[in-house]
């Protein structure tokens, strides 16, 4: 019989990515964009992809070596410099991307990764797959663990965080000026259940360089002509697990309960501090040898597993 998939009430810290995901850590492939490609293109690209489990492109070069990433962080922190149509049309993405890319192996720890993702302070890494590419794993994919796991915490005990708002009649520069001042990629709308974020910031000027060429500098563009979005409130204290797949079906994951803002960051905290099975009769995945079926090991059980009966 194999070991247990996760060791009787572990800390998920301790564990590996590999114990963690098992299969699902490489699922899906990286978004990839070679070096010499116009950053008016990443910007089209981190419209349909920030804040999903891919989160940021992967730059790479003519022979597939991956050489850096670019995000909502990088994109806007350089079009603050240069709010222009000629910024987006000339410059590459080599010369603005982030180049510290944290390449992973399934055997590190998720308090390691955690470490390395607030040194860099990237919620975002690849690992190699099997398809002789990269996979990501973003602060987002750590919703599945949140989801599998029996953690005996809500909502109300996450730590409160102050909320910034911002103006009706604010600027783009503005709203993306506060975002680099509070380090946040979210803010919301003063007395309102509506929030803009670096993407939605980065699609309004996706649609100004299609539609309006006669703006010269996207920044002073007014924020009421932006296409904000709506808050996912809740009412109830959810736990962990409901919290998570609560999120993990959104597109753009972002929670308030009460005075208290949720992010998949705020998740990825949580699950550092915690046990997998957080009970007094831990559960844990037993996976057959003969058949590859996985049951629960519990004390109703345990007589049957000693067999491999289920």
């Known amino acids: 019989m194999r070991p247990w998939k996760y060791p009787a009430n ?67 922190n350089h079009i603050r410099e240069n709010p222009t149509r000629d910024f987006q049309y000339e410059t590459k993405v080599k010369d603005i991307m982030f180049k510290e890319l944290l ?3 399934k055997g590190m720890t998720f308090q390691e990764l955690m470490e390395q993702w607030r040194i860099s302070r990237r919620a975002f890494a690849i690992t190699p797959n099997t398809f002789q590419g990269y996979s990501p794993i973003s602060a987002r994919k750590m919703l599945e663990i949140g989801i599998k796991s029996k953690i005996n915490f809500s909502i109300s005990s996450m730590p409160k965080k102050k909320m910034v708002t911002f103006q009706p009649d604010s600027t783009l520069r503005e709203v993306v000026n506060l975002m680099f001042e509070h380090n946040t990629r979210k803010l919301l709308l003063e007395f309102s259940n509506q929030f803009i974020s670096d993407r939605l910031v980065l699609k309004e000027i996706s649609k100004l360089l299609k539609f309006q060429p006669d703006v010269d500098n996207f920044l002073d563009v007014p924020v009421n002509q932006v296409e904000l979005e709506d808050v996912t409130v809740v009412v109830n204290d959810l736990n962990l697990n409901q919290l998570c797949e609560k999120m993990y079906k959104m597109d753009h994951p972002y929670i ?55």
Request: hydrophobic share 35%.
């Open 103 to 105: 390449v992973v192996e």
């Open 10 to 76: 572990a800390n998920i810290s301790e564990l590996t990515l590999e114990q963690l995901f098992s299969e699902s850590l490489t699922d899906t492939p990286c978004v990839y964009l070679n070096q010499e490609r116009e950053v008016g293109v990443a910007t089209e690209m981190c419209v349909q992809y920030l804040e999903s489990s891919v989160d940021s492109i992967v730059i790479r070069d003519d022979n597939r070596k991956p050489l850096g990433i670019i995000g909502g962080y990088d994109l806007l």
């Open 256 to 310: 308030i309960y009460k005075d208290i803002s949720i992010t998949p960051w705020d998740v990825c905290n949580v699950l550092l501090t915690e046990k997998l099975a957080e009970s007094y009769k831990a559960v844990s995945e037993i996976v057959c040898p003969h058949c590859g079926k996985g049951f629960e090991n519990n004390d109703d059980n345990n007589s049957r597993s000693n067999q491999g009966i289920h």
